[in-house]
């Protein structure tokens, strides 16, 4: 028996287990948030951009990481634009001409960027951060 009637039970193992748990329970509603808004903002000609964005969680470690995102060749062009209109000048200058399938030609100075994936992370914010404090607060208690 330890010094003055007092033991150490070492619960750290455990407590790590849950605080794993309920940070992957709350990182799953929030990309589900930012997932519905991404979907909500997404410009559409086809759909299929909108409808490919998904979300996936990974870990290295300990360390849990959440993804948002489409995994359509032409979302980082919608996203930052192209061309002339590219963000931060990055685009190709002075236009281009291209086919599309059906054989018919067109000349383009690039496309103006149609943000999707940053301002559905930026609108869900602050309701992110209430999801993670919501679920810590209701596994571990706490004011």
Do not use: C
Request: glycine share 12%.
């Amino acid at each position: 028996m330890a010094k003055d009637n007092f033991s150490f039970e070492d619960n750290s193992k455990e407590v790590k287990n849950q605080f794993h748990a309920v940070s992957e329970e709350a990182m799953l509603a929030a990309l589900l948030l930012v997932e519905g808004q991404a979907k909500a903002l997404a410009a559409v000609q086809t759909g299929e951009m909108r409808d490919k964005i998904d979300h996936k969680i990974t870990s290295q470690g300990s360390k849990l990481m959440g993804q948002v995102g489409s995994p359509t060749e032409h979302a980082v062009y919608v996203e930052f634009g192209t061309g002339e209109f590219a963000e931060n000048g990055a685009g190709r200058k002075g236009g281009w001409v291209y086919q599309d399938p059906s054989g018919e030609w067109f000349f383009t100075w690039g496309q103006e960027p149609q943000p999707f994936l940053r301002p559905a992370f930026r609108m869900t914010k602050k309701q992110v951060e209430q999801i993670f404090g919501i679920n810590f607060k209701r596994r571990f208690g706490g004011k």
